[in-house]
């Protein structure tokens, strides 16, 4: 779960992430069996073949993000990824706008992305959704927000009731110091 993982890894950020298994009943594996492609530390640790999504994203061991709409285990193992996992649509790759995916009619749904600028710096975006108040964001959306803050390359990750983002506090600027919150509201 990501409130033990970024206690396990002293984050300071975390966002959800890859795709996992779903029947739509609440038998126990559903949220606690990944699909597609997971790497972790360098090695393949779940491959269950292609996701319900299509893309994989990763860092490589250089801490470079990495996105691709494909990704065997051998491909990530090539291009030395250290972490990453399967989920997608790819949204920016090297610079350019996946325009697919900007002109498709996604919807508005609460959202979740990763991106990485050409400095090296990483975005993350987390979109509220289904609320009064904030219906969502659509494929679009993303993109342009990963776009103005100078993302390279982005994709798109597990959203919907899915979609949450942490955040240590580590100078007590908005609360105590070391303090972890949840920064958005989702949509459970």
């Not at 691709?68 to 989920?87: H, P, S, V, Y």
């Not at 706008?97 to 090296?120: H, M």
Request: charged content about 20%; glycine content about 14%; overall charge negative.
């Amino acid at each position: 779960r990501i409130t033990e993982q970024i206690e396990k890894e002293k984050a300071v950020a975390a966002v959800n992430a890859g795709a996992f298994f779903d029947n739509g009943t609440s038998s126990p594996s559903v949220g606690s069996v990944p699909e597609g492609l997971v790497i972790s530390g360098g090695k393949v640790v779940w491959n269950s073949g292609s996701a319900p999504e299509e893309g994989f994203v990763g860092f490589n061991k250089d801490n470079v993000l990495v996105v691709a709409d494909t990704m065997t285990a051998q491909e990530a193992m090539d291009l030395n990824i250290r972490d990453g996992c399967c989920f997608g649509p790819v949204l920016v790759k090297n610079g350019g706008i996946n325009n697919e995916v900007y002109n498709t009619n996604s919807g508005y749904n609460p959202r979740t992305a990763i991106g990485q600028r050409a400095d090296g710096a990483v975005i993350f975006v987390c979109i509220d959704g289904r609320q009064v108040a904030s219906p969502g964001g659509t494929y679009a959306d993303i993109i342009n927000i990963m776009v103005e803050f100078g993302a390279v390359n982005a994709c798109n990750m597990d959203g919907g009731s899915s979609s949450v983002m942490m955040y240590r506090d580590e100078r007590g600027l908005f609360g105590d110091a070391g303090a972890v919150t949840m920064i958005n509201n989702y949509s459970l």
